[in-house]
């Protein structure tokens, strides 16, 4: 009976019903989007750091962050020093440039990729053949919609397109190591170093290893680290407080939104609230007409906000599928369900006591 009355109050009027779905609706995309923007980026740049294929990771100085650059203070001398280190089958070294924020070129030297990482896995094209020549990978190649064989503009000079690549394959941009080397004034310097070990079960002992030959002046991380890095980098910048603040956006204005609907509803309707009330209607019926009114209220906004932050997500995936990775956390869902029925809930209190508390003689006499 309560249930198809408030349906019925719905209907009656959908332009209202609807615009509360959509305001309500707007942070809870919001938020899902940051989520999913957030989790999409930092599994990206484990995947790629993974994709390197090596199990060792190491940096020049006592650096903490692995996002606070790509500083080029390791020497290029160092990869036959590291190449000998007992467990050590390969080295690679890699110069970093960024180019357009989150996108970096790593500058790479094919053979030592070919022989830490077991080679690129190519879509189309090949290793470079010259010295402007440049890989890219298939999101990136989407995004700028290039094909092999076309020219493209990177750090303010045209490149030639050698080859499209499988995602996930250290970087989304790779030139040769020499050329980007000369390009930043870094001859032969290098930003990282890649470590290729016998067996990934001597990672924890190569570490001691190294940090014991080199009198710690080196930062070594094993890849599990690297991937611990990236989250204690982006964690320290504030994205999780950046959401905290979302959610609070979004709590206050599901509030907002739920309580002068509901308001504007008990206005609307007072002259059927008085006569609920001679009928016999308690003040808790009248207040719970009020909260289950509140609360689909709450659950078409979210159900909408969902959709609409699906729909980002594939939007996103079509115009900048390199640049930003984004992901459906469905854990999030029922979160900020919970949050708009939070929300939802504060907001229907005011317009449903104000509804209980009306005197059905001067309820049933207003105009």
């Known amino acids: 009976m309560t249930g198809k009355m408030v349906l019925a109050n719905l209907k009656h009027k959908p332009m209202r019903s609807l615009l509360s779905f959509l305001l309500i609706g707007v942070p809870v995309t919001l938020i899902l989007t940051l989520v999913g923007l957030s989790h999409g980026m930092l599994n990206d740049a484990e995947r790629r750091a993974r994709g390197s294929g090596g199990d060792i990771m190491v940096r020049g100085?006592?650096?903490?962050?692995?996002?606070?650059?790509?500083?080029?203070?390791?020497s290029e001398g160092l990869i036959p020093f590291f190449e000998k280190q007992p467990h050590v089958k390969a080295a690679m070294g890699v110069i970093t440039h960024s180019v357009e924020l989150p996108l970096v070129v790593n500058g790479v030297d094919s053979g030592q990729f070919d022989r830490v990482s077991g080679g690129?896995?190519?879509?189309?094209?090949?290793?470079f053949q010259g010295e402007f020549d440049v890989i890219v990978d298939q999101y990136y190649a989407k995004q700028k919609k290039i094909h092999v064989g076309e020219s493209i503009k990177i750090l303010n000079r045209d490149w030639r397109v050698s080859g499209i690549v499988e995602g996930g394959q250290l970087a989304h941009i790779l030139v040769p190591l020499k050329t980007l080397q000369g390009l930043d004034s870094a001859t032969n310097r290098l930003?990282?170093?890649?470590?290729?070990?016998?067996?990934?079960?001597?990672?924890?002992?190569?570490?001691?290893?190294?940090?014991?030959?080199?009198?710690?002046?080196?930062?070594?991380?094993?890849?599990?680290?690297?991937?611990s890095q990236?989250?204690?980098?982006?964690?320290?910048?504030?994205?999780?407080?950046?959401?905290?603040v979302i959610i609070g956006i979004g709590v206050v204005i599901g509030f907002a939104v739920v309580c002068l609907s509901m308001y504007m509803a008990v206005l609307q309707r007072t002259r059927e609230i008085g006569i609920l009330k001679s009928l016999g209607g308690s003040k808790n019926f009248i207040l719970g007409i009020i909260w289950l009114e509140a609360l689909i209220l709450g659950l078409g906004g979210t159900a909408f906000g969902i959709l609409l932050s699906i729909g980002a997500k594939y939007a996103i995936e079509i115009l900048k599928p390199a640049s930003f990775q984004v992901e459906i956390v469905y854990i999030w869902w029922p979160i900020v369900l919970g949050i708009t029925l939070a929300g939802a809930t504060l907001g229907a209190l005011y317009p449903g006591i104000s509804a209980a508390s009306h005197d059905p003689i001067e309820a049933l006499a207003y105009e």
């Open 120 to 127: 690129l896995h190519f879509i189309s094209g090949g290793w």
């Open 61 to 74: 100085g006592d650096s903490k962050a692995i996002l606070s650059g790509g500083t080029a203070n390791l």
């Open 191 to 227: 930003s990282f170093i890649y470590l290729k070990l016998d067996d990934p079960a001597n990672t924890q002992i190569v570490m001691q290893q190294l940090n014991e030959v080199t009198k710690g002046g080196y930062t070594i991380w094993s890849m599990a680290d690297v991937a």
């Open 230 to 244: 990236f989250r204690e980098s982006v964690n320290s910048q504030g994205l999780n407080e950046f959401i905290f």
